[in-house]
């Protein structure tokens, strides 16, 4: 029996809101903002349309000349490199240690470690600074304790990304530990049994049965978390403004200075759009080595 139209249509008015959604808040200024990212946009351009210059690539040409963007470039690059490996592996292992108990203490520990992620952004890294105060802070009053001097955390530009990637990594393993413990709850214990009964020990366990069962949501994780890092922006805008001496400066706290502080659009949306496509090549890696390692 032949459908209606009104049937055939039925599916698409559901996803038509979200399709909608999509379109206004997401395509549409994805477009608008690669339009702007070949002209010379400025304020004088916002209040008078004709003041707008065609002006080509120059924009994305002038972004490989720029120091700065090199800069943000190679420190955004440092916190992927650095960020990602750690809040996955972290998050992994404290998922497992904490699915490993079944008391009230573990789960007392799930909302300790998931808390974080809940807090305000803004109000943590005020905290964090006061605690990486140099003369009054709290780490440098407990390095003190046993002897060790205290460091420049947030002046020093050789510390300065490791003291943002220790806050940053603090505050993102909570919600990816609640992704693994509920994939880890959903692994058959059967399986554990079976390996038992086997001799099997819980380090070959963890090996053979717990990290493969977990290979979609590591993966999902770990794309989440990367896209994450990429647009590395809250931590050193509140934290250092992206100094000292631009040594935390991010591609996004770049693309916001230049935007919304200089007031130069075209330059900002060039540099977005080099981002974002950092960011979709990074993505289809991930795609690619998720497929070879299932084997299609």
């Known amino acids: 029996m032949q459908r209606t139209l009104k049937q055939r249509l039925t599916p698409y008015g559901f996803v038509l809101p979200a399709i909608l959604l999509l379109l206004i808040f997401s395509l549409i200024p994805i477009v608008i903002a690669l339009v702007i ?19 080509g690539f120059n924009n994305f ?27 996955v592996f972290l998050s992994l292992t404290i998922a497992i240690l904490i699915n490993f108990g079944q008391n009230k203490f573990f789960s007392f520990l799930r909302l300790v470690f998931y808390t974080p992620s809940i807090t305000n952004t803004v109000a943590v890294a005020v905290v964090w600074t006061y605690m990486y105060n140099p003369n009054m802070g709290l780490i440098n009053s407990m390095l003190s304790k046993i002897g060790i001097s205290g460091l420049q955390w947030l002046n020093d530009p050789s510390t300065a990304k490791i003291s943002l990637i220790i806050l940053a ?4 393993i909570g919600l990816n530990m609640l992704i693994f413990l509920a994939a880890l709850q959903g ?28 290979s979609f949501s590591i993966f999902f994780v770990t794309v989440t978390t990367l896209i994450g890092w990429f647009q590395f922006f809250d931590e050193p805008f509140i934290m250092t403004k992206g100094g000292p001496l631009n040594s935390t400066n991010s ?25 974002f496509a950092a960011i979709i090549v990074a993505t289809l890696i991930q795609f690619k080595i998720q497929r070879r390692q299932q084997g299609k």
């Open 37 to 55: 990212s070949f002209t010379g946009l400025d304020i004088t351009g916002l209040g008078d349309w004709s003041q707008i210059k065609f002006v």
């Open 61 to 87: 040409t002038q972004l490989f000349k720029d120091p700065v963007f090199i800069q943000s470039v190679l420190n955004t690059v440092y916190y992927v490199v650095i960020g990602v490996p750690l809040v």
């Open 169 to 172: 990594v603090w505050k993102a």
């Open 187 to 214: 692994i058959p214990p059967s399986l554990y049994e079976a390996a038992e009964l086997d001799g099997a020990s819980w380090w070959q366990r963890t090996m053979h049965i717990t990290i493969p069962s977990l």
């Open 251 to 275: 591609v996004a706290l770049f693309v916001y200075q230049n935007g919304f502080q200089n007031s130069n659009f075209g330059y900002a949306a060039a540099g977005s759009f080099i981002m």
